[in-house]
């Protein structure tokens, strides 16, 4: 359970620095993306083994008998199995963007380059089709999913049908014949990783024992001809767009970013302590696996100036003088003074800090020139008074230095995520009312997505009321190469978009 919760909240960054084919890459970029899809897929095989092990441990959910009849599922048993589903799809979309990349390594000049660009292929696809006949095995065995899976996926903007695509998919002669035509290929290059061969194996002995069938006899020549023209015609899904998007999700336009310096200076002018920032970065393989829209969350803070004039408030004063404190800032600094040293100085390029928020190097301070140079980013307010805000800030400065949490484990609190970070600063407790926020049940485990705040925002709204005031919105537009202010209303609809929302807009 611990791994699977791990797999599919993140993925990891595995960048590119364009979208060129393979063979227009320079060496340098192309081993590092050579290296870095292979840690991808290691990563995605072992969130599939995972999501084997965690169907297996659940038979009241996934039989492990051949049903007569369809079994009914329970409505959390449901959403159990469509989560499940939802990961497993999730992979196969990382999977295939790898898969389609390497397509070409005849093209290479280079020798060795094109030997690990094939092992990149074959590795994929391996993982790809032995995994889905471990999965296919063991939810035909409720004929409740056929019906079940097969329905539209709206949160992800998936037509009905998917469940029949995907077993038509690796349930045929075409992949049967591209697996072929892979083993064919393995015969000719050779690779000193032991765990890639181990593991190509393993898949090799798992698809033949499955389908039961194995690879036709076939020339090297015939069966390199069979990847070059059946693989890119396999790529999944089977959706206008989403294929490309997949494909192109290397990342493209590395280090550029939609929003501007000179938006993010305009817009100071409107955020104030303890606005929370939802924000979201274009063409990363991990937005694969975050839930929704919207991917990261941070908590703005201010400078020691904005601090000074923001909480200079009657309430405050009261609760600070009971201990003593002439202000917050006093505060702040005699309770922690080396990470109150620390946030007032300035980042690398001069800017002041002004965030607190939880990264993969952990929980630390950052400037808005760095955290908001993103793509889209929505500021919203908590209605709470500047008393409790500072209670918020206070906790956030007390979680500063502490690990990332890759386990996604809101019951400790030793490692924290970024919307961890928010829930637990804002989390209700002694002088703080706090915020109520929305935990989701990810396969067993309690967590709080990004994109749940924004959903929480627009629910709360309908109903007349609400935790927040909405503060700004940018949109990020991929074709105008832009991001430009929004609405409220657009930006209550955001947290429905598909993750390949950049390749629909119009």
């Not at 015609?233 to 206008?240: A, D, E, L, Y």
């Not at 294929?243 to 938006?263: A, E, N």
């Not at 920032?277 to 274009?282: D, G, N, Q, S, V």
């Not at 909480?311 to 003074?337: C, G, H, I, M, Q």
């Amino acid at each position: 359970m611990k791994k699977i919760i791990i797999l599919i909240l993140i993925l990891t960054v595995f960048a590119c620095k364009t979208t060129e084919k393979l063979y227009e890459l320079d060496k340098e970029t192309l081993q590092y993306k050579q290296t870095n899809d292979l840690e991808s897929i290691k990563l995605c095989r072992d969130g599939l083994n995972h999501l084997l092990i965690y169907m297996d441990a659940h038979s009241e959910i996934f039989s492990s008998k051949k049903l007569k009849k369809s079994k009914m599922l329970l409505h959390d048993q449901r959403e159990t199995t469509l989560t499940t589903w939802k990961a497993a799809l999730e992979y196969y979309f990382a999977l295939d963007s790898i898969q389609s990349f390497h397509k070409d390594f005849l093209l290479l000049k280079d020798k060795t380059m094109q030997n690990k660009s094939f092992y990149l292929s074959a590795y994929s696809f391996m993982t790809e089709y032995s995994f889905a006949l471990e999965l296919i095995s063991r939810l035909e065995k409720n004929p409740h999913f056929d019906i079940l899976l097969n329905e539209p996926l709206e949160n992800m903007d998936l037509p009905g049908g998917m469940y029949d695509k995907f077993k038509f998919r690796f349930l045929n002669v075409g992949t049967a014949a591209l697996f072929a035509g892979f083993d064919a290929g393995l015969k000719f290059y050779k690779t000193d990783d032991r765990e890639i061969l181990k593991n190509i194996e393993k898949d090799k002995k798992i698809i033949i024992a499955k389908a039961k069938q194995g690879a036709p006899i076939m020339t090297l020549e015939n069966g390199l001809n069979i990847i070059q023209t059946t693989n890119d015609k396999m790529i999944f899904p089977v959706q206008k767009g989403v294929s490309t998007f997949m494909g192109d999700t290397k990342v493209y336009r590395l280090h550029k970013y939609l929003i501007t310096g000179k938006q993010i200076h305009s817009f100071m002018k409107e955020i104030q302590p303890g606005d929370i920032f939802l924000e979201r970065r274009e063409w990363y393989l991990t937005n694969a696996g975050i839930p929704g829209f919207w991917t990261h969350a941070v908590m703005y803070v201010g400078t020691k100036e904005e601090r000074e004039h923001y909480f200079n408030d009657p309430e405050v004063s009261a609760w600070l003088s009971k201990n003593n404190y002439r202000n917050f800032e006093n505060y702040l600094e005699k309770t922690y003074p080396q990470k109150y040293e620390e946030f007032n100085s300035d980042d690398t390029e001069g800017n002041p800090y002004r965030i607190i928020e939880s990264v993969s190097e952990g929980v630390i301070f950052t400037s808005i020139e760095h955290s908001a140079n993103c793509d889209s980013i929505a500021v919203l307010r908590p209605k709470l008074s500047r008393k409790e805000k500072a209670i918020a800030i206070s906790r956030a400065f007390f979680y500063t230095g502490r690990p990332y949490d890759f386990n996604f484990n809101f019951e400790s609190d030793s490692t924290l995520v970024c919307t961890e970070l928010v829930y637990k600063s804002y989390e209700k407790g002694k002088d703080i009312s706090g915020l109520k926020l929305p935990l989701e049940d990810i396969l067993g485990r309690k967590l709080l997505s990004a994109n749940a705040i924004a959903k929480l925002y627009d629910s709360e709204k309908s109903e007349g009321n609400g935790q927040f005031e909405f503060i700004l919105f940018y949109d990020g537009n991929e074709k105008e190469k832009k991001s430009f202010p929004s609405t409220e209303n657009e930006f209550r609809k955001t947290w429905k978009r598909p993750k390949w929302h950049v390749i629909m807009q119009k």
